[in-house]
């Protein structure tokens, strides 16, 4: 009697299953199927209950019992893996769901920092030079007589000093006012050929409103035993231009007087600014279409002469190398390149402005 | 240096049928290497001003000063009413300047018809200052003689045609030559050809022949050649109008005709010239000598300046007569009463001219040009045409016997040149030939020398010595925007250029270490600033420790102070960042920046002579973070201000990121003056920071890298700094020589290289992980038990973290806080078995029950 009740009761408890688990519809979870599971097929499960009485069986009765159970068994655990399958669907149907409005947004954002202006022309220009097999070159901000004058060929009470006036620690160390005196330092500390690139900070006695006090240089010294000219300096400048403001560029050569090259010659490059428009409407180079950058010529033997005497040899010998050399602010550069148009806005630390760059 | 136009062509024999516009003449000096900085035509705006005749004139009825004039031109048919104030208002059939209505002075400025008191003047009468040609202003211009010889209606720029165009030619330092009109007519005639106009002067008369005149040069290397002409029975006046139209184009006062002239022929030849009251000098002595000390002179400006025997001067047996070279003496000036003048040419040492007038800040045109040097061949020029000049403009006599002193003349420079040398320093062939036609106008001499060029040049030319010299002089005239654009090395990098040594020590490696710094900091969202080197005494002294007498500390700083600085905020070399970047903050906050995250990385200075230039960097916050909190007490959202674990962390990821190793945070001793924090890196000797809030970076061999904190209040007070703010310093060079210094692990040698690290065997085994929870005193700094964490000094503990702190909630007993740590062990050889840990866990848990008193939870 007990047989049949138990087979039939058996018989419910597949159909449950499926009853129950299409009652949980879209909320079904990995939880639910599994508390599903071990409810009708764990260890105190109802099939497990279930087979338990079979002990008390007849054989013919536990067979037949046997095979309905395990036949339902089967049932069941098809179906929980069905129930799995369609959870991974609903799942990933939900996540695809998801809108950019389901992300909580949290409050840490990343900050970004900046590298000042001058600090990232000075690398673009290190950078440059470098292809051309130029090496950095630094020297002190503080400097004597003879390196940032003297070896320049300008000697004391001459009227070139006037050009640059100078602040005095005492009489002998002063601030440089140019990046010249580290081609002194390099010549004076090893042999040719040289290639550097001296950028750095330089100081002048200048209080008019588009000077600063201290502002920033790079010098440029090539000594080579090859012959180098004048045309060779003009090309290696208008690369520069070239790769620097990543436009094409003229740049022009003037005539001009610097002690420690000759010839010397100013450098001129085409507007940046005024390209494109009319010839009266640029502020920058006031029409002219030119705008004045840089200073430079090829070595001038009283150099060579000053660093022989101090070095006590003659391997700087016009005889056996020559070459060029140039320089020009950074500060300029930078802000040509970047439509800055006073050069206080640099040293002046404004967080507005730092920001931008 | 100012050119006129007109003065300019005088000097010029234009080539047959060329003729050049005041803008190509510009154009082609600038290309030539003497660069027009201005261009200024004085007619330019000035058109309907034309010559008229005055055919009635009656008082004005209404005014006791005004006139009315009647004037006729070519052009009007009736006389026409014209009111004017002048007070040499000339008789009838005078000739004067009228500015008609409708002619215009200015670019902005055009004439009308105006009533004056009541009656109509059409247009006005105009004075030189009206049209810009001196600054008269008492009279209008009358014009008389030549200028009276133009049909009526001339307009005045023909009539004062010897003004015209004015140049501000920027004039190299090595060309005195280039300081007179006659110096530029000869670049001209270099680039364009033609030549030098001849003038006719008189014969020089006989040297030293009658001795009214005692001429004494005490030292020819001070006086190289002295002239001295006498000029008896001038007659001191005003000089004629084409003189001073020019003077003034040229930017001189116009004194009288002596006084002018001499500086008309300095403008015009470049050489300064001098004329004396011959009756103020004592015994006809002339005496060039070194100053004696204590002597004194009074300049022509006034100025009564006491003299060194440094300085040269012109005197007569009694009294100073000149500063020579530099400026006359008041007391032998040329007056109106003066009758007869002694006119000095003469040449000077340049660096003693220079010497004088740095000293007393006195430059003149004079020293200017001597300064420069002047070249000694062309006094006798000067001299006499200054002389035949006030002759005919002064009248008086000139004495046929001047006086002269002379050294030894220098003769012209002969340079040998080799047109292949020249080749390859302008990057462009030059045949012998090519050279000689390229010179041919120069005032270079230029013969053949076999395959050389051999150049004579004119003793003028002081910057032509060597063959360098002449070679830029081709390139010059030949025109640099001439010279082909090649790039170098295109084929042609050498082989890596050995360097063998570097210029200044550690340089290449400082100058990585910056740039690595500047990306490590900005990557921590910092900006960088960069500030001037200088500060004041005062910004300094407020955050430096020496402040006080009687400190505890005997060291006491010396700062690096400038001789001449240009403003007192800017006498001192800064000793450290941190004032400079203290001033940006308060520029900030006053320009309402309420946030400023930003890091400076740049030399400091000291006294010390093996520090004398630091490379140090330095941060600073101050403000909020970005992010907002929510605050449990006001039940609100705001903002989370910056404090001194943010400087911590930024330091941390900074030290490690440089590659330090090893490093420790160590408190600040407290200075018992200022009561703030000290700090001393390369001898700043810093009292900067907040006595507890703030911690000294020492390197593993016990060195004073940098420091962190909260600036102390009274450095707050003294910068005028109205929200927290902390900050970090570091030496950067000091890491760079430090031994510690991870990067020295491979080679000493190559200190180029940053932050090699070596590689560590990635943990091969798992960790595992504990927790530690406890009640402790409100407010204790974490710090405390990671102190005592690492005290245990356990190696299979390999990390642990302060997870929460929390307080005021159940189980918490009053005035503890509850704090939850996680803490992580893990061995390198094998798979830890909790039985192992959970004994080690115990042992730390005990010691840090022990060691700090809390409760265990």
């Not at chain 2, 047959?16 to 510009?26: L, N, Y």
């Not at chain 2, 010396?558 to 600085?565: D, F, G, I, R, V």
Request: glycine share 6%.
């Amino acid at each position: 009697m007990e047989t049949d009740s138990i087979v039939s009761q058996l018989k419910t408890f597949g159909d449950e299953v499926d009853h129950e688990i299409s009652a949980y519809g879209e909320a079904l979870d990995a939880s639910i199927i599994e508390t599903l599971r071990i409810k009708y097929l764990g260890k105190k499960g109802h099939i497990a209950g279930v087979m338990k009485q079979m002990g008390q069986m007849t054989p013919e009765d536990r067979r037949k019992t046997g095979e309905v159970a395990n036949k339902i068994k089967k049932q069941i655990e098809r179906s929980i893996s069905n129930a799995k399958i369609t959870l991974e669907k609903l799942i990933l149907e939900k996540n695809f769901k998801r809108t950019l409005d389901d992300i909580p947004s949290h409050p840490f954002k990343k900050k970004q920092g900046n590298i000042h202006l001058l600090s990232q022309a000075r690398n673009d220009i290190v950078h440059i030079f470098s292809q051309r097999g130029f090496t950095v070159a630094t020297g002190p901000e503080l400097e004597n007589e003879f390196n940032n004058f003297e070896a320049l060929g300008i000697p004391k009470h001459h009227p070139a000093r006037d050009m640059q006036d100078t602040f005095y620690i005492d009489k002998n160390c002063l601030l440089r006012t140019h990046t010249s005196p580290v081609q002194i330092r390099t010549m004076l500390n090893q042999e040719p050929p040289i290639r550097i690139i001296a950028p750095g900070t330089v100081y002048r006695r200048d209080d008019d409103p588009t000077h600063s006090p201290m502002f920033m240089q790079v010098e440029a010294l090539l000594i080579e035993p090859y012959v180098v000219s004048m045309a060779d300096l003009k090309g290696l400048l208008h690369h520069f231009i070239e790769q620097f403001f990543q436009k094409d560029l003229g740049i022009r050569f003037r005539p001009s007087y610097f002690p420690f090259v000759e010839p010397g010659a100013e450098v001129d490059m085409e507007c940046s600014f005024c390209s494109q428009k009319t010839k009266d409407s640029c502020r920058v180079c006031k029409g002219t279409r030119w705008l004045e950058i840089a200073g430079c010529g090829m070595v001038d033997p009283v150099v060579f002469e000053k660093i022989s005497s101090k070095r006590q040899d003659s391997v700087y010998s016009s005889d056996n190398y020559n070459g060029f050399a140039f320089g020009f602010g950074l500060d300029r550069m930078a802000m040509l390149r970047h439509g800055v148009s006073n050069i206080r806005h640099l040293y002046e630390s404004d967080v507005r402005f730092l920001r931008q760059f | 240096m100012l050119i006129v136009f007109s003065w300019l062509c005088e000097h010029i024999d234009m080539p047959h049928g060329i003729s050049i516009s005041p803008q190509e003449t510009a154009d082609m000096l600038t290309h030539a290497g003497l660069e027009v900085e201005g261009l200024i035509d004085v007619w330019q705006h000035i058109h309907g001003v034309t010559s008229a005749k005055i055919v009635d004139k009656k008082p004005h009825p209404n005014s006791d000063h005004l006139t009315i004039i009647h004037v006729i031109d070519n052009e009007t048919n009736e006389p026409v009413e014209v009111v004017c104030g002048a007070p040499n208002v000339p008789d009838i059939g005078g000739q004067v300047v009228w500015a008609k209505p409708g002619a215009t002075l200015a670019s902005d400025f055009t004439l009308g018809s105006k009533k004056l008191r009541g009656v109509m003047s059409a247009g006005m009468l105009c004075s030189e200052k009206e049209l810009g040609l001196s600054n008269e202003h008492e009279g209008i211009i009358v014009l008389e003689g030549d200028y009276a010889k133009h049909p009526l209606g001339t307009e005045i720029s023909t009539i004062y045609n010897h003004v015209d165009v004015v140049f501000d030619i920027g004039i190299p330092a090595n060309r005195p030559d280039l300081l007179g009109h006659k110096g530029i007519a000869r670049e001209v005639i270099a680039l364009i050809g033609g030549k030098l106009k001849q003038r006719h002067l008189a014969n020089d008369g006989n040297k030293n022949k009658d001795s009214n005149i005692d001429l004494s040069v005490t030292d020819h290397n001070q006086c190289h050649h002295y002239v001295a002409r006498e000029i008896t029975k001038v007659t001191v006046a005003p000089s004629p109008l084409w003189m001073k139209h020019r003077l003034h184009a040229v930017g001189v006062r116009s004194i009288s005709n002596v006084i002018d002239i001499t500086n008309y022929v300095m403008f015009d030849l470049g050489h300064p010239l001098h004329a004396f009251d011959k009756d103020c000098i004592e015994n006809n002595q002339i005496i060039v000598r070194q100053a004696k000390d204590g002597e004194t002179v009074t300049t022509l400006d006034s100025v009564e300046r006491s003299l060194t025997t440094n300085d040269i001067v012109v005197a007569d047996t009694t009294n100073v007569l000149a500063l020579a070279g530099v400026m006359g003496g008041k007391h032998s000036q040329v007056t109106e009463q003066t009758n007869h003048i002694i006119l000095e040419a003469a040449t000077f040492e340049p660096t003693s001219v220079r010497k004088t007038s740095k000293r007393f800040k006195l430059s003149s045109e004079s020293s200017h040009r001597f300064e420069r040097g002047v070249d000694t061949n062309g006094i006798n020029e000067a001299s006499l045409y200054a002389a035949q000049l006030i002759k005919e403009l002064a009248g008086g006599q000139i004495n046929p016997s001047y006086h002269e002193q002379q050294g030894t003349l220098k003769p012209p420079v002969k340079i040998i040149l080799s047109p292949l040398k020249a080749s390859f320093v302008i990057g462009v062939e030059f045949s012998q030939k090519q050279i000689i036609e390229g010179l041919k106008f120069s005032s270079i001499d230029v013969h053949c020398d076999e395959e050389n060029v051999l150049a004579i040049c004119p003793t003028f030319r002081a910057d032509l010595t060597r063959e360098i010299d002449v070679i830029e002089e081709i390139a010059r005239l030949y025109g640099f925007y001439n010279i082909p654009t090649r790039l170098y090395g295109l084929h042609n990098i050498p082989s890596s250029p050995k360097f063998t040594t570097t210029p200044h020590q550690n340089n290449l490696a400082t100058y990585n270490i910056a740039n690595r710094a500047r990306e490590i900091l900005m990557q921590q969202g910092l900006s960088e600033m960069i500030s001037l080197g200088f500060t004041s005494t005062q910004r300094v002294t407020d955050v430096s420790w020496n402040q006080h007498n009687g400190s505890s500390y005997n060291k006491t700083v010396e700062w690096l102070k400038l001789e001449n600085p240009l403003v007192v905020d800017h006498e001192i070399m800064r000793p450290t960042l941190i004032p400079n970047m203290l001033s940006a903050l308060v520029y900030n906050q006053n320009h309402g920046n309420d946030t400023v995250t930003v890091f400076e990385i740049g030399n400091v200075f000291s006294v010390e002579s093996d520090h004398k230039q630091r490379l140090h960097v330095a941060v600073l916050f101050s403000g909020y973070h970005e992010e907002w909190t929510k605050n449990e007490k006001r039940e609100g959202i705001e903002r989370i201000a910056y404090n001194f674990w943010d400087i911590e962390a930024v330091a941390k990821v900074f030290c490690d990121s440089i590659g330090l190793i090893d490093y420790k945070f160590t408190p600040c001793e407290t200075d018992q003056n200022t009561h703030a924090g000290r700090a001393d890196i390369d001898h700043t000797c810093l009292s900067v920071l907040h006595p507890n809030i703030s911690k000294n970076i020492i390197s593993a061999n016990n060195e004073s890298l940098g420091f962190i904190g909260e600036i102390t209040p009274m450095v707050m007070n003294a910068y005028d700094i109205d929200k927290p703010c902390v900050v970090m310093e570091l030496s950067l060079d000091t890491i760079n020589t430090d031994s510690t210094h991870s990067n020295r692990s491979s080679s000493n040698d190559d200190k180029t290289k940053t932050t090699q690290r070596q590689m560590q065997p990635i943990a091969k085994f798992p960790s595992i992980v504990r927790d530690l929870s406890f009640f402790i005193e409100n407010d204790t700094s974490p710090e405390r038990i990671q102190k005592v964490l690492e005290a245990c000094n356990q190696p299979l503990l390999v990390a642990y973290k302060l997870m929460e702190i929390y307080r005021d909630i159940e189980h918490v007993p009053k005035g503890k806080e509850g704090m939850l740590w996680s803490l992580t062990y893990r061995s390198d050889n094998k798979t830890l078995t909790d039985t192992e840990i959970d004994a080690i866990h115990e042992k730390i848990i005990d010691e840090v029950i022990f060691t700090l008193k809390v409760t265990r939870r």
